[in-house]
């Protein structure tokens, strides 16, 4: 059990840092996102 929060946790870890990556070298792709929350997926 615990070994799979952490996996989850990383999972949203990696998925926070493209996220960051995205909003430092796109910001039109980053606010793109920003208007469909949906499109993390």
């Known amino acids: 059990m615990i070994e799979?929060?952490?996996y989850v946790y990383i999972q949203k870890f990696h998925?926070?840092?493209r996220i960051t990556?995205?909003?430092s070298k796109y910001p039109a792709i980053y606010r793109s996102f920003c208007a469909n929350p949906g499109n993390l997926r």
């Open 4 to 6: 799979n929060n952490r």
């Open 15 to 17: 998925r926070l840092h």
């Open 21 to 23: 990556q995205i909003k």
